[in-house]
């Protein structure tokens, strides 16, 4: 039986959806993809990017020489799911959709990455097929906004060009660019009183940040860039003024210099309302990733062209607002662009996949390889 055959296929990802994986907790998931690159033939390697944020595994990369001249080609999905994400198992109905069986995510993100690399690589090694070299990396903590290869030594990367399979969608879209993500944590010190006595001597640091947030522009900031609060907390007790508050929220642009002058429009609004309130304010930012872009006419765009052309798949390209390794890819020097590998509606329990787009995807992979340099 062919390995791109639907049932192999399906007994692959059936496997590795059942293998617990949420962020920095990858080692089971780790030591199961180090022993099947090892089977086709891969030298592989583990770095320790788990121990800079208390994980147990590190990122796998993976190198097989190939036949042929030229440049390696660079595949790469990473290991590791959001939660709830313990437990999972996958559940193939009749129609070929691929859901949870309970109130987990199912895991294709990105198990169906996954898959259709070792689907793809194992096919061309079966039949004997001569290729280019093919580096493999699999990170760990990219659902943590690419931890995993933040830390990344890529002197290891021989390749030039990359393909990252990590977008949901159907098989044949392909993502150009992506934004620059900062993160934003404001804290406010108020002063606590008592609310029922004293409230006067009080300076309530919930409604210092509540002012704060009023004054943000939420959500289309302009057609490249948004911004939105996504968490605050604070206060005791319902007796007491709230002597703090915090709040968490995030900026994405197209444009870098954007998303740093909405950064400072934000540190601007915090310490000029936190000062007429009487309050202490403390604004903390970090840059998580990098926008990029991607022509279409780089060769490893025309590539991935050619190769849905081949297939028959319809090619789109496009832009995406999500963040993925391939930010750090770029920032790199190696031209990556991310695919598609049939996954819908993550992060969430509904999440599903398709065999068909299983399938395609393998198929769309295994032309990557083959494709010259």
Known sequence: MSCLSGEKIWEEFLELTGIDSVSYCERQMADRLSEKLRA????????????????????LYGYLKGQLPGSPILLSAHMDTVQPGIGKKAVLK????????????????????IVEILTAIRSVREEGLPHRDIEVLFPIGEERHIRGTAVFDFRRIRAREAYVLDMSGSVGSAALQAPTLVTFEITVIGKAAHAGFEPEKGIHAIAVMSEIIRRLQMGHIDEETVMNVGQIEGGTTTNIVPASCVCRGEVRSYSHEKAVSVL????????????????????????QMET?????????????????????????????????????FVKNGIRGIVLSCGMYQVHSTQEYGCMEDLQKGAELVRELILADA
Do not use: M, W
């Open 292 to 328: 990029y872009k991607i022509e279409e006419t780089e060769p490893v765009v025309q590539r991935f062209a050619a190769a849905c052309g081949k297939l028959g798949i319809p090619c789109e390209l496009r832009r995406t607002f999500g963040g993925s390794d391939n930010n750090n």
């Open 264 to 287: 400072k429009q934000i540190e601007a609004a915090a310490h000029g309302t936190a000062k007429e309130f009487g309050a202490d304010v403390r604004v903390d930012t970090q840059v």
């Open 40 to 59: 086709l033939g891969f030298a592989v390697e583990e770095d320790d990017a788990g121990s800079y944020y208390g994980g147990n595994a590190g990122n």
């Open 94 to 113: 009749e129609n070929g959709r691929i859901e949870s069986a309970g109130d987990t995510v199912l895991g294709a993100d990105d198990v169906s990455g």
